[in-house]
Every structure is written in structure tokens, then in C-alpha cells.
């Protein structure tokens, strides 16, 4: 079975923080992606990658950056948190088309 | 007009009835199209995937019309534990960008 595993399952920062969500793959997929999921708005494209060291927008990619180093895993990274940013947090790797889920980091920004 | 579009629901059924939710989508071009289940607080999963001929997997039948950009999900005899989120995908384009609907929420009652 593929296992999708995030760092946390929930956060709680404090606004102006430094964030870093973590994910890691076991299934030496290529592809990974960061999607937040918000009540009425559903699941929005934040970063994805498509090889180490590559990364591309999504569609709401301000406030946030990414980092892959290793193929295995793909991190978020909220440079200064900010309530807006208060979220649950999706990290999804994929081989073909089938995107396979973390459990989900709900963060708080208070 | 949205990418892709869902009626939020929530859509109440008794057990044993059939239900179908539709999903438009806007991009001529999309080229794979999906259902995803995501139950209560949970991560979405893959339920199926929607071919131009159409796809049948138990009770679930998934469908494709391209002329008029929608794809469809019906549900035979449903079950208490069909009760869940149902979100359609749309890949498009040469990154593949996915695009996830806002979800139909479906609750069977007994």
C-alpha cells in the first residue's frame, strides 16, 4: 500500500511564524502536491512537483513556498504565517494519474 | 465560471435509491477525469475513474460526455456507508494540472 505520511496532524502557530509542513512518500512516486481544503472552496492547488528540485505554482501559491530535495519528500513552507492561512493542509504523491492522500495537517494560525 | 463545478449538495437519500451527481468542467481539453470519496475529517480516496465509454465498477457507474463538459457518478441501492463527499477531478493540460471540484455531499438515510 502507498503511505502518504505528513508531519503533524495538527499545528498551531502564532501569526508571523515560520511554518514547515512535511510529507514523505514511500511509493517512489514522481509527482507530489500541497493542496489546502477549506469548507465551501474545497481542495485548491498550492505547489506540485514533478521531480526533485522541481517545483511549479498551482493555483494559489502566494504565502507559501516548497522544497524538494529528495524524491521521498516534498515540504511547504509558510514564511510568515498569517490567519488567512489558517487551513487543513493536503499532501498527495502520484505515479500516473491516482493521487494518494496524507492524513491532513489542520493548522491554526492564531 | 469555475474550472470545474459541483452542486455542494447535501443531497439525502434513503437507503436502497439511486442518486447521480453531475460535474461540469470548462476546459475543452481536459484529458482524464475522475471520482474521489472523502469521508468526514478524512483524506480523499480514489473511487473511480470516468472513461469516454463509460465505466461500471458494483453499484457505481461513472460517465463521460464530452460535447457537453460534464462527467457523472450514480449510485445504485444505496448503502448507510455511501454517506460521504463526492469530488470530481479534472487533469488538463501538458503538466497534467488537477483540479479538484468543490464536492457533492451525500448522506443516506435509513
Known amino acids: 500500500d502507498v503511505k502518504v505520511t505528513q508531519s503533524s496532524r495538527y499545528l498551531v502557530k502564532r501569526t508571523g511564524e515560520k511554518v514547515f509542513l512535511e510529507c514523505v512518500q514511500d511509493?517512489?512516486?514522481?509527482?507530489m502536491f500541497w493542496y489546502r481544503q477549506d469548507p465551501g472552496l474545497g481542495l485548491r492547488l498550492i505547489y506540485f512537483?514533478?521531480?526533485?528540485?522541481?517545483?511549479e505554482k498551482g493555483d494559489i501559491p502566494e504565502g507559501y513556498s516548497v522544497s524538494r530535495e529528495k524524491k521521498e519528500r516534498f515540504s511547504l513552507i509558510l514564511e510568515s504565517a498569517s490567519t488567512n492561512q489558517t487551513s487543513m493542509y493536503l499532501c498527495?504523491?502520484?505515479?500516473?494519474?491516482?493521487?494518494?492522500f496524507g492524513p491532513g495537517t489542520r493548522l491554526t494560525v492564531l | 465560471r469555475k474550472e470545474v463545478e459541483q452542486d455542494p449538495g447535501p443531497f439525502n437519500v434513503p437507503e436502497g435509491a439511486t442518486v447521480a451527481f453531475n460535474c461540469t468542467y470548462s476546459?475543452?481539453?481536459?484529458?482524464?477525469f475522475f471520482w474521489y470519496r472523502q469521508d468526514c475529517r478524512k483524506e480523499p480516496k480514489l473511487l473511480m475513474s470516468?472513461?469516454?465509454s463509460g465505466n461500471e465498477d458494483g453499484r457505481f457507474t461513472a460517465q463521460l460526455n464530452r460535447a457537453s463538459q460534464y462527467i457523472s457518478l450514480l449510485i445504485r441501492d444505496s448503502k448507510l456507508s455511501d454517506s460521504a463527499t463526492y469530488l470530481c477531478?479534472?487533469?488538463?493540460?501538458?503538466?497534467?494540472?488537477?483540479?479538484f471540484g468543490t464536492g457533492t455531499k451525500l448522506q443516506v438515510i435509513p
Open positions: 477531478v479534472v487533469i488538463s493540460g501538458g503538466y497534467q494540472k488537477v483540479t
Open positions: 511509493m517512489d512516486h514522481e509527482n
Open positions: 498527495a504523491s502520484s505515479s500516473y494519474n491516482e493521487q494518494f
Open positions: 512537483s514533478y521531480d526533485v528540485k522541481m517545483k
Open positions: 476546459n475543452s481539453a481536459s484529458q482524464s
Open positions: 470516468v472513461y469516454s
